[in-house]
């Protein structure tokens, strides 16, 4: 019985593939790697654990950026003083109308100067806002400012030294809170101007106020600072008297302010501390195995020691370990198939040597004899051995071509059980009266569809069907079964079995007869009618449909070999 084993593949090229050096492995002439591999960068720092804190730090940083931003909060802080200045001014407003009035009438009441110097100076003594009254007519009556200084001969003011440079965090923010302002478009705020004579029309908040509402105004002051002003209208009796102003810079926002974004910076330092540690952490756990099993991809490449392979990185339980894993599974079946080509390739120069042998010692033979009987005989041992040439060759390339081919056919939906009625059909039709009969028993109502190459199939069951043919004696019986079964999982699967009442497999051979070149004929045929390749191309295309094939023998009740059974599984489609 003719039979074949492992998956291969032959070089279409006329060459000699056992004297080639294994693919990625040193050739022996120049021991330079096979191919022209492209040079891979000498890295100080992985790109993969550049990206990763990049981006991290990127997200953190702009996070961070959001929270300097706090414009909201300052306008709460802004209108909370306002509030406050307004609840002052109120009290002022209130306390002048009462106490700094004079006149007989309530037409001739007027706001009496040094009573309302008293009252401003008492009443800012505990804050440190700026109080400053003006008439009706616009004059200015009190200020706090000049009542504070008033009566000291020398008024000292600290200022910092010379050489002492602004705090380097402010400078920061405000060049930041400059960028964030210019980059909103929004509008600059009025500076404050002071004139040496102040009057009621350099304040517009105050004109309002003599009008008898409450008005409030922010001017840009100093560097970065704001002045924040209140006006209210001084009245006795419902008639407005002057108005009273309330200013205060915003220094104390600005203090608040700088105290929460540094207590924000100091977080930010700490979270980016982590951040990075993190980052460093979670590139080295992805960066150092995929360089790992980089440099032993280069060694596995370039080595002249099978034993080189790839880590299994065995205590990675996540992507890189399965990674590694199925890197090594590939690494260990591009080794079996190597393997596999050199032992194919010895097998395919043995089997064409045994015929050019007997070729070239018959064609020495003839050339020697003149007895025209002897060289007939020669001629037809010339002929046979062409032919078993010819033969091997074809299944040889056969077999070459498989694995390409079963790669790049689409897959289709089959009925197996059409297939075989039609195989049987066609041996009935074109046999002799003394050939084996073939029955087909179906153990199922329901079609046997099964996805595959048709025309691979056909090869399979037509290779088995006449394997049975030639083993069965002419009054024999050839029997192929079909029925549903399962596998050990639960999966649906094919079963086509093959009988016929020949001599059977010689036992311990049920796997030997699928190995490549092995063949095992009826007493009596030819030699080299077969090239031995048949079983092994069917067990390669059964593979290939992802099933299984397997031989035996059928046993009388007594025990004895009554003929030989192939197995043949196959994923089945349920419908």
Known sequence: MVSNDSKVTLSSSGTDDSQ???????GPADHTPVGNPRP?????????????????????????????????????????????????????????????????????????????????????????????????????VADSRNLLHAGRDVEVELLPPPDQAPDLLRVLFRMYDRLVNSLSGSTPRVAYVEQARQHARQYPEVLRAMQGRVSKAIRSFGRDQLLLSVAVPVQRYKKILGAVLVTKSSEDIDQAM??????????????????MLLSFYLAGTIARPIMTLSAAADRVRTSLNRQDS????????????????????????????????????????????????????????????????????????????????????????????????????????????????????????????????????TGTDKGCIVPGMEDRLVQVFRNLIVNAITFSPGTGMITIALHLGATEDGKDQTV????????????????????????????????????????????????????????????????????????????????
Do not use: C
């Open 496 to 575: 086509v079995t093959i009988s016929d009442e020949g001599p059977g497999i010689q036992p311990g051979k049920e796997e030997t007869i699928f190995e490549r070149f092995y063949s095992e004929r009826p007493e009596g045929e030819k030699f080299g009618t077969h090239s031995g390749l048949g079983l092994s191309i069917s067990k390669l295309i059964i593979e290939a449909h992802n099933g299984s094939i397997v031989a035996g023998n059928r046993f009388s009740t007594s025990g004895d070999i009554i003929g030989a059974r192939f197995t043949v599984t196959l994923p089945a489609i349920i419908r």
């Open 258 to 275: 700088f105290e929460v974004r540094v207590d924000i910076l100091k977080i930010f330092l700490i979270t980016l501390s982590v951040t």
């Open 310 to 441: 790839l880590p299994e990185l065995k205590t990675r339980d996540d992507e890189i370990g399965d990674l590694a894993l199925a890197l090594r599974d590939m690494t260990d079946a591009l080794w079996e198939r190597m393997d596999a080509i050199e032992r194919f390739a010895a097998d395919v120069s043995h089997e064409i040597k045994n015929p050019l042998t007997s070729l070239k010692s018959a064609v020495e033979t003839a050339a020697r004899v003149s007895h025209p009987d002897q060289q007939r005989k020669l001629l037809a041992i010339i002929q046979d051995d062409v032919e078993r040439l010819d033969r091997l060759i074809t299944d040889i390339s056969d077999a070459s071509r498989l694995d390409a081919e079963l790669s790049r056919t689409q897959v289709a939906e089959i009925d197996l059980g059409k297939m075989l009625e039609t195989l049987v059909d066609v041996h009935t039709s074109t046999s002799s009266d003394d050939s084996p009969k073939i029955t087909i028993e």
């Open 40 to 140: 891979r960068p000498q890295r100080r720092f992985s790109p993969i654990r550049r990206r990763i804190l990049t981006v991290n730090v990127l997200a953190l940083g702009m996070m961070i950026a959001g929270l300097f931003y706090m414009g909201e909060y300052r306008d709460n802080l802004i209108e909370a003083e306002m509030t406050n200045l307004n609840a002052q001014a109120d009290m002022f407003s209130a306390a002048l109308g009462e106490g700094a009035v004079g006149g007989q009438t309530p037409l001739d009441q007027i706001l009496v100067r040094e009573t309302a110097n008293r009252i401003v100076l008492r009443m800012v003594e505990s804050t440190d806002t700026r109080a400053r009254l003006f008439r009706f007519d616009g004059e200015l």
């Open 20 to 26: 080639r050096p294994p693919i990625g492995v040193r």
